[in-house]
């Protein structure tokens, strides 16, 4: 059987318009689920470590569109040791204690504004990774800027960055 042009045009078309329902869910889904996981950290943490937990990812991922977060759902959480949990030995009762937070691995992608490759940490959800980030600054006081360094100068400019941002999702709640 062959096709006329005009049934070409309209599967040709109906491809395009799938294809770009597709990459539209793909990067607005994360969205949606950050807008809920903040939610739901709400109910657990308190709202400053949740405000703080949202400025961290929209700084750290393109206000949640860069590729690195729609492939690890971190804001750029890096491994310092290839052992689980992967150098961050102060979460690590959190996740034992919390398999669906865990990490499930890691993934290479060339970092924003440096152009070098880096592994990241990859979480199973945007929940894992926004109720990880939630614990964490949990235990260091609710510091943001020890997401950033360890050096109190480099945690000091990033606090002022961080600042800067509005938490938006978590404001809207």
């Given at each position: 059987m062959k096709l006329t042009d005009t049934q070409i045009k309209i599967i040709c078309t109906i491809i395009v318009i799938v294809m770009l329902i597709l990459v539209?869910?793909?990067?607005?889904k994360p969205m949606l689920d950050m807008k809920s996981s903040l939610k739901k950290a709400l109910d657990a943490y308190d709202t400053t470590i949740v405000e703080n937990c949202e400025r961290i990812f929209r700084l750290e991922s393109g206000n949640f569109t860069s590729g690195q977060f729609l492939g690890t759902?971190?804001?750029?959480?890096e491994p310092a040791s290839p052992?689980?949990?992967?150098?961050w030995n102060s979460l690590k009762d959190f996740w034992d204690s919390n398999?669906?937070?865990?990490?499930?691995g890691i993934k290479?992608?060339?970092e924003n504004g440096t152009g070098i490759?880096?592994?990241f940490i990859q979480f199973p959800t945007v929940e894992a990774g926004v109720f990880t980030v939630c614990e964490w600054l949990t235990i260091f006081e609710n510091n943001p800027g020890r997401w950033f360094s360890?050096?109190?100068i480099g945690q000091a400019n990033y606090?002022?960055?961080i600042n800067g941002i509005n938490a938006t999702y978590t404001d809207e709640v």
């Amino acid at each position: 059987m062959k096709l006329t042009d005009t049934q070409i045009k309209i599967i040709c078309t109906i491809i395009v318009i799938v294809m770009l329902i597709l990459v539209f869910f793909k990067k607005v889904k994360p969205m949606l689920d950050m807008k809920s996981s903040l939610k739901k950290a709400l109910d657990a943490y308190d709202t400053t470590i949740v405000e703080n937990c949202e400025r961290i990812f929209r700084l750290e991922s393109g206000n949640f569109t860069s590729g690195q977060f729609l492939g690890t759902y971190s804001p750029g959480m890096e491994p310092a040791s290839p052992i689980y949990p992967y150098g961050w030995n102060s979460l690590k009762d959190f996740w034992d204690s919390n398999n669906p937070y865990k990490p499930i691995g890691i993934k290479t992608y060339t970092e924003n504004g440096t152009g070098i490759r880096k592994q990241f940490i990859q979480f199973p959800t945007v929940e894992a990774g926004v109720f990880t980030v939630c614990e964490w600054l949990t235990i260091f006081e609710n510091n943001p800027g020890r997401w950033f360094s360890t050096d109190v100068i480099g945690q000091a400019n990033y606090n002022i960055k961080i600042n800067g941002i509005n938490a938006t999702y978590t404001d809207e709640v």
